[in-house]
């Protein structure tokens, strides 16, 4: 956690004007502050009749939310019914125990970058860029690799230092182990976006063991990103760092150079 973070959720005693907007306790906002107000979405395998309301109002209890209101419900087919319920939770959450991934290196801008680069390898750094399995999800890879880039920075295209290899959609592990071998990459970047059955966890599995088998005196820096993925899972996954939504590129690059210059062991 931040120092600024810390000190907001630590205000000066005596600071009521801070303690007010920081709470360090807070309950969800609904209505009005700390009504625990929540509004939830799912669905059940179940036609839709009054049975069915009743049991997604059930199941809303069972998840804490008392009372749960269903305010919406929907048949989706002839077996299946949405709701969206409206209720009160009673969770009241300690900011000071919420655990966060820091970033753990400086944002650079791209002529340090470059010069890095150029200084460490004396040459240029080779990225792999796909999106691998059945997962046909280019945009966010597309975001971070293509000059074009991603919320008004530009792509790894656009630094003179990096070579980008983009292998697009749905690659297949031993086609991508095999391109990185023949690159000789310096680093394999993976997007997963599609996580039905833990797809993402399950292929970035797979490509960690690859990857470290076609490489056994070390494999290239492996990150993989897509916005369900939790950066803290990089040790669980076998990979060097997690990017989740938002990410931008020059947070890519950055943390490239990071790595280069010995921040990753
Ligand atoms: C566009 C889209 C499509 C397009 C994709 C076109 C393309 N060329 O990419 C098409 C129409 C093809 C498509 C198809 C499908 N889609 Co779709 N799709 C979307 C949608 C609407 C937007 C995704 C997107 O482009 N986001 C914008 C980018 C910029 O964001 P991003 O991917 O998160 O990337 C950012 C970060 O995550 C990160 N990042 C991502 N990757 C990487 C990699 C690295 C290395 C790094 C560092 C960072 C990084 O950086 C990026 C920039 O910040 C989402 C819903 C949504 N609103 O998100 C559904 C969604 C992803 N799709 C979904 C589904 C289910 C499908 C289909 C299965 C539908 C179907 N039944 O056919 C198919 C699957 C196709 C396949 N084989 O993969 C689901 C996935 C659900 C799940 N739990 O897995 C979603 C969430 C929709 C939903 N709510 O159900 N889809």
Same mark, same amino acid.
């Given at each position: 956690m931040t120092s600024e973070a810390l000190s907001a959720l630590h205000p000066a005693p005596g600071d009521a004007a801070a303690v007010a907007r920081h709470p360090r306790h807070v309950r969800a906002y609904?209505?009005?502050? &700390?009504?625990?107000? +929540?509004?939830?979405? @799912?669905?059940? =395998? !179940? *036609?839709?009749?009054?049975? $069915?309301?009743? /049991? /997604?109002?059930?199941?809303?209890?069972?998840?804490? !939310?008392? =009372? /749960?209101?269903? +305010?919406? /419900?929907? $048949?989706?087919? *002839?077996? #299946?019914? @949405? #709701? +969206?319920?409206?209720?009160?939770?009673?969770?009241?959450?300690?900011?000071?125990?919420?655990? +966060?991934v820091e970033r753990e290196f400086p944002i650079l801008p791209a002529n340090e970058i470059n010069l890095t680069i150029r200084s460490i390898l004396n040459r240029r750094l080779t990225v792999i860029g796909a999106c691998v399995g059945t997962d046909a999800?280019?945009?966010g890879i597309d975001a971070i690799l293509n000059v074009k880039g991603f919320a008004g920075e530009k792509g790894l295209e656009y630094y003179r230092e990096i070579k980008v290899v983009n292998l697009g959609a749905q690659v297949l592990v031993p086609d991508l182990v095999a391109r990185a071998r023949a690159e000789n990459a310096d680093a394999v970047l993976v997007s997963q976006v599609v996580t039905q059955k833990d797809a993402h966890l399950t292929n970035t599995r797979e490509l960690s063991a690859a990857l470290t088998a $076609? @490489? *056994?005196? &070390?494999?290239?820096? %492996?990150?993989? &990103?897509?916005?369900?993925?939790? *950066? $803290?899972?990089?040790?669980? %996954?076998?990979?060097?760092? !997690? @990017?989740?939504?938002g990410t931008t590129p020059g947070e890519v690059a950055s943390y490239l150079v990071h790595a280069l210059a010995g921040g990753v062991q």
């Open positions: 609904g209505d009005t502050t &700390g009504d625990g107000m +929540v509004q939830l979405s @799912f669905t059940l =395998p !179940i *036609p839709h009749d009054a049975r $069915a309301e009743g /049991a /997604a109002q059930m199941f809303a209890r069972k998840m804490g !939310i008392d =009372p /749960a209101m269903v +305010v919406h /419900a929907k $048949a989706m087919g *002839p077996d #299946f019914t @949405f #709701f +969206v319920v409206y209720g009160r939770s009673s969770v009241i959450l300690d900011l000071a125990e919420v655990p +966060v999800h280019t945009v $076609a @490489f *056994p005196h &070390g494999r290239p820096l %492996l990150v993989v &990103g897509g916005p369900r993925f939790d *950066p $803290a899972m990089t040790a669980e %996954l076998g990979v060097d760092r !997690i @990017f989740s939504k």
